[in-house]
């Protein structure tokens, strides 16, 4: 066996440095398991680095270069700085070398190649971290900094264009903004401390906090601010006319209205040129997040789903024409009413433009278990969503195959999606909505409730309103009382009058050829199913009486009742899911325990509200269990 003389020196230098006496003499005509040795103490070195919270030792940075220690060697094996692409290129090394001496099956379909693949898919911190921020934080913390460095007294009052021109005129310059001994806001301190951990991961681990996401983005000069609060922590610099960043930013369109001017808010910052040199350091990749959760609390189910859709093939065509490579990253929920329901399904229904390839979602909670807690069911969920996204890339070239809608389907859907929306606003704008909804349901109860990655309100749970009420809970609460209203309210006004206006054929061919008509109408289909309306009646009834002409049960009854009829028509199908008789048998048995769950629950709500001192504070505990179980049961939060 002949080892690469390069090699074995070294590795004979590595283990040098990194091996005791003993194991060096031990192995000494062994020079692969003795890199292997080299490899294993570098990573229990790096573990013990992280457990200990210091950074890694030679990862001192200066100018937004790593600077390596004096320490550090030439050799590969040696490098100071253990990271992802570190380990990688020492595994490729070690393979080529294995090769090279006449191990090349071993290398190929080994336990080495095994360890390799796991490298480059997963580095050394398994998953990135993302950061996500609303808009409004960022505008403050830039008006303050700015009126900090005497630029600009109330930045919040300028227009879109004028913003714009004065940001990319300060991250033209390379001063900074803030200097030293000027306080900040606490909000503001937090923004920079939170930008200067990125900065410590990313010296530590490229790749390991690299994004940070817009929400409520709104306009272009939202992501222009993200850029220069990054360039005061040194995650971003202007080099002459080249732009070193370490940071994607990524853009969140939440509302109706951010998603219909999605492509057009991306168009405009796609053309400023000194975020597009922004781009070229970030190879020319753009992410762009959708959100399903607050389109819907927005817009109702029909119209978010619309919306949602047209965005994506918008998005797509604004990216193709200026040469950007798209990776669309969908807020999805578990529930229905939050884009839930078959990955694999919901990215076949995606628009031939939003075919990219590339694709990133989020998992909520409890579909995290349901879906990834048993490795059978994991790794079938996973092949479904590499099948989708391989057999669909590329869908936006002619002769694919993929349905195309014509005209005057595109104004059917426009006119569907306006009537639901349409139905839905009328039922949460009701002045006696929202006193009926914190009454019929367990709302402010769930609004105390430590639950998702923000607080259930904006303004706190005590001053809980619609407005600032975060989807999550929401939706939550209506999955409790067995409404499951997010999820398919407005399809029995949309439906109905699309068929009192004689468009029941053109529907029928729409659901059979066009996968995203027929993903909405089969989610809002199941959802259905799994409501429960004479349920939901006894939880109406702690508001109001639920049968009384113009009430807010009946309402929400009337449009179950027509959308029933209506996905008959459409689908041909007797009855809810009769298309899908196991799921069907599965919601039927599983009812009548729920059933028992609910109405406890509705008798907790309403000894709790007549109750107050120690007794309601027990009776509290109680009400927290049974949205638990209700939960639990109903395998679905919000």
Same mark, same amino acid.
């Given at each position: 066996m002949r080892v690469p003389e390069g090699f074995r020196a070294e590795v004979d230098a590595a283990a040098e440095r990194w091996l005791g006496e003993d194991e060096r003499s031990r192995r000494r005509h062994e020079?692969?398991?003795?890199?292997?040795?080299?490899?294993?103490?570098?990573?229990?070195?790096?573990?013990?680095?992280?457990?200990?919270?210091?950074?890694?030792?030679?990862?001192?940075?200066?100018?937004?270069?790593?600077?390596?220690?004096?320490?550090q060697s030439a050799t590969l094996f040696a490098a100071a700085v253990l990271d992802t692409a570190s380990l990688v290129d020492a595994l490729d090394r070690l393979a080529a070398a294995l090769a090279e001496s006449g191990f090349a099956p071993a290398v190929e379909s080994g336990r080495l190649a095994a360890v390799r693949d796991r490298a480059a898919a997963f580095g050394l911190r398994l998953a990135a971290l993302d950061v996500r921020q609303h808009s409004e934080v960022h505008e403050r913390a830039v008006g303050e900094l700015l009126t900090a460095a005497g630029v600009v007294a109330d930045y919040g009052s300028l227009d879109e264009e004028s913003r714009a021109a004065l940001l990319a005129d300060e991250l033209g310059r390379p001063r900074p903004l803030l200097l030293p001994g000027v306080e900040t806001s606490p909000a503001t301190a937090d923004l920079?401390?939170?930008?200067?951990?990125?900065?410590? +991961?990313?010296?530590?681990?490229?790749?390991?906090?690299?994004?940070?996401?817009?929400?409520?983005?709104?306009?272009?000069?939202?992501?222009?601010?993200?850029?220069?609060?990054?360039?005061?922590?040194?995650?971003?610099?202007?080099?002459?006319?080249?732009?070193?960043?370490?940071?994607?930013?990524?853009?969140?369109?939440e509302t109706i209205d951010d998603l219909e001017n999605a492509a057009e808010r991306l168009g405009a910052l796609l053309a400023t040129p000194l975020y597009r040199r922004h781009l070229a350091a970030r190879g020319d990749r753009q992410e762009v997040m959708i959100g399903y959760s607050d389109s819907n609390k927005d817009?109702?189910?029909?119209?978010?789903?619309?919306?949602?859709?047209?965005?994506? +093939?918008?998005?797509?065509?604004?990216?193709?024409?200026?040469?950007?490579?798209?990776?669309?990253?969908?807020?999805?929920?578990?529930?229905?009413g939050r884009g839930g329901g078959r990955a694999g399904r919901a990215i076949v229904a995606l628009p031939p433009e939003a075919r990219t390839g590339r694709i990133r979602f989020t998992e909520q909670g409890e579909v995290i278990s349901f879906r990834y807690a048993v490795p059978a069911l994991a790794h079938r969920h996973l092949e479904q969503i590499v099948h989708a996204v391989m057999t669909t890339a590329g869908g936006a070239a002619d002769g694919d195959g993929a349905f195309r809608p014509a005209a005057a389907d595109l104004a059917l859907t426009e006119r569907l999606g306006e009537t639901a929306m349409t139905a839905y606003r009328e039922l949460i704008d009701d002045p006696g909505f929202w006193p009926w909804y914190t009454r019929a349901t367990p709302i402010e109860e769930i609004s105390t409730l430590p639950i998702a990655s923000r607080p259930v309100s904006r303004q706190g749970a005590a001053e809980v309103d619609f407005d600032d009420l975060r989807a999550i809970p929401w939706s939550f609460a209506w999955n409790q009382t067995r409404y499951l209203v997010p999820g398919w309210y407005g399809t029995g006004r949309a439906l109905g009058a699309a068929l009192a206006a004689g468009?029941?054929?053109?529907?029928? +061919?729409?659901?059979?050829?066009?996968?995203?008509?027929?993903?909405?109408?089969?989610?809002?289909?199941?959802?259905m199913a799994r409501a429960r309306l004479p349920i939901a009646r006894r939880y109406a009834a702690l508001a109001e009486d639920p049968e009384a002409p113009g009430s807010f049960h009946r309402r929400i009854a009337d449009d179950f009742a027509a959308a029933a009829a209506a996905i008959a028509a459409v689908t041909g199908r007797d009855g809810l899911l009769a298309g899908t008789p196991v799921i069907r048998r599965s919601i039927a048995l599983r009812n009548p325990y729920t059933d028992v769950l609910n109405l406890v629950q509705v008798e907790l709500l309403r000894r709790c509200r007549e109750a107050d001192g120690e007794r309601r504070d027990d009776l509290r505990r109680a009400l927290y269990l049974s949205i638990n179980a209700i939960a639990a049961a109903l395998q679905a939060t919000g």
């Amino acid at each position: 066996m002949r080892v690469p003389e390069g090699f074995r020196a070294e590795v004979d230098a590595a283990a040098e440095r990194w091996l005791g006496e003993d194991e060096r003499s031990r192995r000494r005509h062994e020079p692969f398991r003795l890199a292997v040795a080299v490899l294993r103490r570098r990573l229990e070195e790096e573990r013990k680095e992280i457990d200990d919270g210091r950074m890694v030792e030679g990862s001192a940075v200066g100018g937004g270069v790593v600077r390596p220690s004096a320490r550090q060697s030439a050799t590969l094996f040696a490098a100071a700085v253990l990271d992802t692409a570190s380990l990688v290129d020492a595994l490729d090394r070690l393979a080529a070398a294995l090769a090279e001496s006449g191990f090349a099956p071993a290398v190929e379909s080994g336990r080495l190649a095994a360890v390799r693949d796991r490298a480059a898919a997963f580095g050394l911190r398994l998953a990135a971290l993302d950061v996500r921020q609303h808009s409004e934080v960022h505008e403050r913390a830039v008006g303050e900094l700015l009126t900090a460095a005497g630029v600009v007294a109330d930045y919040g009052s300028l227009d879109e264009e004028s913003r714009a021109a004065l940001l990319a005129d300060e991250l033209g310059r390379p001063r900074p903004l803030l200097l030293p001994g000027v306080e900040t806001s606490p909000a503001t301190a937090d923004l920079l401390a939170t930008l200067a951990l990125m900065l410590a +991961a990313e010296r530590a681990e490229p790749g390991s906090m690299p994004t940070w996401i817009v929400s409520m983005t709104h306009r272009p000069s939202d992501l222009l601010e993200v850029l220069l609060l990054a360039r005061e922590a040194g995650l971003w610099r202007l080099a002459g006319e080249r732009v070193e960043s370490r940071l994607d930013v990524v853009p969140l369109f939440e509302t109706i209205d951010d998603l219909e001017n999605a492509a057009e808010r991306l168009g405009a910052l796609l053309a400023t040129p000194l975020y597009r040199r922004h781009l070229a350091a970030r190879g020319d990749r753009q992410e762009v997040m959708i959100g399903y959760s607050d389109s819907n609390k927005d817009g109702g189910y029909w119209r978010a789903n619309w919306a949602l859709h047209k965005a994506q +093939a918008a998005l797509g065509r604004v990216a193709a024409e200026q040469g950007v490579a798209l990776r669309l990253f969908h807020g999805r929920g578990g529930t229905v009413g939050r884009g839930g329901g078959r990955a694999g399904r919901a990215i076949v229904a995606l628009p031939p433009e939003a075919r990219t390839g590339r694709i990133r979602f989020t998992e909520q909670g409890e579909v995290i278990s349901f879906r990834y807690a048993v490795p059978a069911l994991a790794h079938r969920h996973l092949e479904q969503i590499v099948h989708a996204v391989m057999t669909t890339a590329g869908g936006a070239a002619d002769g694919d195959g993929a349905f195309r809608p014509a005209a005057a389907d595109l104004a059917l859907t426009e006119r569907l999606g306006e009537t639901a929306m349409t139905a839905y606003r009328e039922l949460i704008d009701d002045p006696g909505f929202w006193p009926w909804y914190t009454r019929a349901t367990p709302i402010e109860e769930i609004s105390t409730l430590p639950i998702a990655s923000r607080p259930v309100s904006r303004q706190g749970a005590a001053e809980v309103d619609f407005d600032d009420l975060r989807a999550i809970p929401w939706s939550f609460a209506w999955n409790q009382t067995r409404y499951l209203v997010p999820g398919w309210y407005g399809t029995g006004r949309a439906l109905g009058a699309a068929l009192a206006a004689g468009e029941g054929e053109r529907l029928t +061919a729409l659901y059979r050829r066009w996968p995203f008509f027929a993903a909405v109408l089969d989610n809002a289909e199941r959802e259905m199913a799994r409501a429960r309306l004479p349920i939901a009646r006894r939880y109406a009834a702690l508001a109001e009486d639920p049968e009384a002409p113009g009430s807010f049960h009946r309402r929400i009854a009337d449009d179950f009742a027509a959308a029933a009829a209506a996905i008959a028509a459409v689908t041909g199908r007797d009855g809810l899911l009769a298309g899908t008789p196991v799921i069907r048998r599965s919601i039927a048995l599983r009812n009548p325990y729920t059933d028992v769950l609910n109405l406890v629950q509705v008798e907790l709500l309403r000894r709790c509200r007549e109750a107050d001192g120690e007794r309601r504070d027990d009776l509290r505990r109680a009400l927290y269990l049974s949205i638990n179980a209700i939960a639990a049961a109903l395998q679905a939060t919000g």
